[in-house]
């Protein structure tokens, strides 16, 4: 099992930045890619920033792609997700998520963020004001 805490979300003026962690625990060697999400309100939730455990890979949505980077610190167990020039429309609920299986990165999109995550974290509240 995988344990996933998230932290660093919080209100910010729109063009503003926020880093957020994710703390990993339990049995992380079985993680070979890690990623955020996100969820809007009345919104499903998306997939934002992935890294490839081996690798250092990254894989980013178009609509953040330039201003987030996701990045790791294995010495730490966490995960961060830096975010600039935020917007009203970057605001909700980031989740940090962990799969075992990892598919090419190719293939994420096709294959659909959601279905590779298996861990969850409980997720930060990221507010961004016009």
């Known amino acids: 099992q995988v344990q996933l805490k998230e932290s660093g979300g919080g209100s910010v003026q729109a063009g503003g930045s926020l880093r957020l962690s994710c703390a990993v625990s339990?049995?992380?060697?079985?993680?070979?890619?890690m990623g955020w999400f996100r969820q809007a309100p009345g919104k499903e939730r998306e997939g934002v920033a992935a890294?490839?455990?081996?690798?250092?890979?990254?894989v980013y949505a178009d609509s953040v792609k330039g201003r987030f980077t996701i990045s790791r610190d294995p010495a730490k167990s966490t995960l961060y997700l830096q975010m600039n020039s935020l917007t009203p429309e970057d605001t909700g609920v980031y989740y940090c998520?962990?799969?075992?299986?990892?598919?090419?990165?190719?293939?994420?999109?096709?294959?659909?963020?959601?279905?590779?995550?298996?861990?969850w974290g409980l997720g930060t509240q990221v507010t961004v004001s016009s």
């Open positions: 998520a962990a799969a075992k299986d990892a598919p090419p990165a190719s293939l994420l999109d096709e294959m659909g963020w959601d279905s590779v995550f298996g861990y």
């Open positions: 339990g049995s992380t060697y079985i993680s070979n890619l």
């Open positions: 890294v490839y455990v081996g690798s250092d890979v990254t």
